[in-house]
C-alpha cells in the first residue's frame, strides 16, 4: 500500500469513527422540573421589588441538559438589571426576562432567577399585579408544573420613602 492510499483509509476510518460516536451531547435526563410560588415583597409605586424564580427538580436524575427560566412580568412594572444569574436577558420592554442555567441540577436540589422589578410610578396603591414564570428543559418529563404566577401588591407610600 502506498502512502497515498493508506492516508486516504486513515482519514476515512477516522470520519467513520466521529459519524458513528454521533454528536458530544447526552440524551436528556429523567426528572421533574417543578416552580415554586414565591411572590416578591409589597412595595409602593415608583418602588423596587424582587422576583425570586424558585425551580425544583424532583428527580429522580440529575438534568443533563439546560433549563430556562422566563419570567413574564405585569403591566407597570419594569425588570431592572443586575439579575441573577448575571446573563439572564430582559426583552425590549423589560417585560421579559430569560435565564438559563447549565446542565447539572441534581435531583432534589433547586435553582433560583432573581429578577428585580421597578414599579410604575401611577400605579395605585390597593392594585394586585399578576405575572408569571416558568420552566422548560428537554429533561422535564411533567409539564403540568412547570408554570405558576405571583402577585404583586401594591402599598400606600410611608413617610420613610
Same mark, same amino acid.
Given at each position: 500500500?502506498? *502512502?497515498?492510499?493508506?492516508?486516504?483509509?486513515?482519514?476515512? &476510518?477516522?470520519?467513520?469513527?466521529?459519524?458513528? &460516536?454521533?454528536? &458530544?451531547? &447526552?440524551?436528556?435526563?429523567?426528572?421533574? *422540573?417543578?416552580?415554586?410560588?414565591?411572590?416578591?415583597?409589597?412595595? !409602593?409605586?415608583?418602588?423596587?421589588?424582587? *422576583?425570586?424564580? !424558585?425551580?425544583? @427538580?424532583?428527580?429522580?436524575?440529575?438534568?443533563?441538559?439546560?433549563?430556562?427560566? =422566563?419570567?413574564?412580568?405585569?403591566?407597570?412594572?419594569?425588570?431592572k438589571a443586575p439579575y441573577f444569574p448575571d446573563d439572564c436577558e430582559a426583552s425590549g420592554n423589560g417585560r421579559r426576562v430569560?435565564?438559563?442555567?447549565?446542565?447539572?441540577?441534581?435531583?432534589?436540589?433547586?435553582?433560583?432567577?432573581?429578577?428585580?422589578?421597578?414599579?410604575?410610578? @401611577?400605579?395605585?396603591?390597593g392594585t394586585v399585579l399578576e405575572g408569571s414564570f416558568a420552566v422548560h428543559s428537554p429533561d422535564d418529563r411533567n409539564p *403540568? @408544573?412547570?408554570?405558576? =404566577?405571583?402577585?404583586?401588591?401594591?402599598?400606600?407610600?410611608?413617610?420613610?420613602?
Open positions: 500500500m502506498n *502512502l497515498m492510499t493508506w492516508c486516504k483509509a486513515a482519514v476515512t &476510518a477516522s470520519a467513520a469513527v466521529v459519524l458513528s &460516536a454521533g454528536p &458530544a451531547w &447526552a440524551a436528556p435526563s429523567n426528572s421533574d *422540573l417543578d416552580v415554586v410560588r414565591i411572590d416578591p415583597d409589597a412595595t !409602593f409605586p415608583g418602588g423596587e421589588t424582587s *422576583l425570586h424564580a !424558585f425551580v425544583a @427538580n424532583l428527580g429522580p436524575e440529575t438534568t443533563n441538559s439546560t433549563m430556562t427560566i =422566563t419570567v413574564e412580568l405585569p403591566r407597570g412594572t419594569e425588570a430569560r435565564c438559563e442555567f447549565p446542565a447539572g441540577l441534581k435531583a432534589r436540589r433547586t435553582a433560583t432567577a432573581i429578577v428585580p422589578i421597578h414599579l410604575d410610578q @401611577n400605579l395605585r396603591p *403540568l @408544573n412547570n408554570r405558576t =404566577t405571583f402577585e404583586i401588591r401594591v402599598i400606600e407610600p410611608d413617610s420613610s420613602h
